[in-house]
């Protein structure tokens, strides 16, 4: 069972988990973020490794597949930002991945546990990824050992975030970067669909972890250093905390199982395939 030099071992209940080195032989360690912003052309350039939004090693079979899912609005200069910082990381890591960028029409609060559900269903109909990783836009790991997989619980990734001054905030922090196995996440039965605005879609997604008699787990916690790339005007959700109440009851009904949508457009570009989605659907 590869465990890459781990503090806790990432055990391994995938059948087909690739013949590439593991750990990857080229890890670079913890380098700081580049916060350079480099024009998408610019960047189509230096990462020609990538087609359609998708990458796979060469010369051997990458150890796990693995769909990174963004939740996404209005931010492009953190878009660019993330690409450049996101895509050499997690190819030095050796594995294979897409990358989806799920934006959400104008109309309505922006609703990240939809816009993560949206992005999980969209990415497993491309192919059987093994692992779906769901990342904030201005959370970007500092450390090649903070592996972008999946192991036998949801794994945390966003451990040290500088804005929380590298620690975790608070023990039950579910948010940044978390990974989740296609089991699962529908185990889970995904994100709650009924936290629109910012703030408590992450905490319910812990509770319904702990529900699903998992362990969110940290197992990169030492290399779990993140940036994070500074932006404002993000809008509180006004009944989140009745939102956390009600979804103890509802959350059987209220994730994948009930996820209604309009997909607008979904177009692959070079490094990322763009999910448009409406989602301001009278139900
Ligand atoms: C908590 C929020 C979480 C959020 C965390 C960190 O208070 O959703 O702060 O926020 N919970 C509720 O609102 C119930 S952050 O500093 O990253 O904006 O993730």
């Known amino acids: 069972i590869p465990n890459s030099g781990l503090e806790q071992p990432v055990s391994d209940h995938f059948s087909n988990h690739g013949n590439c080195t593991w750990p990857p032989l080229n890890l670079q360690g913890r380098t700081p973020l580049n916060r350079t912003d480099i024009p998408i052309e610019k960047l189509d350039k230096q990462f020609t490794f990538m087609a359609d939004g998708h990458y796979k090693p060469k010369n051997c079979t990458a150890y796990q597949k693995i769909a990174i899912v963004v939740p996404y609005r209005d931010r492009q ?73 999946c192991g036998d619980n949801p794994i945390h990734m966003a451990t040290k975030v500088e804005k929380f001054k590298y620690r975790v905030p608070y023990h039950s922090f579910a948010g940044g970067i978390s990974t989740f196995s296609k089991k699962q996440y529908e185990d889970i039965n995904g994100f709650p669909n009924q936290f629109f605005g910012w703030g408590g879609e992450d905490d319910e997604l812990f509770a319904r972890i702990k529900r699903s008699n998992y362990k969110m787990t940290r197992p990169f916690d030492a290399h779990g250093h993140c940036g994070s790339v500074q932006h404002s005007g993000q809008r509180t959700g006004n009944d989140r905390m009745k939102m956390l109440q009600i979804s103890r009851k509802i959350w059987k009904q209220d994730g994948l199982t009930d996820l209604e949508y309009n997909l607008v457009e979904k177009r692959r570009k070079q490094l990322y395939v763009w999910v448009y989605a409406d989602i301001n659907m009278s139900k």
């Open 77 to 149: 200069l953190q878009l660019r930002i993330f690409l450049n910082n996101v895509i050499p990381r997690i190819h030095r890591q050796q594995l294979e991945f897409g990358i989806y960028i799920v934006e959400q029409t104008a109309g309505s609060l922006f609703n990240r546990g939809m816009l993560s559900n949206i992005g999980f269903v969209q990415a497993m109909k491309d192919m059987a990824y093994d692992c779906v990783v769901i990342h904030d836009l201005d959370i970007l790991p500092e450390d090649d050992r903070n592996f972008y997989i």
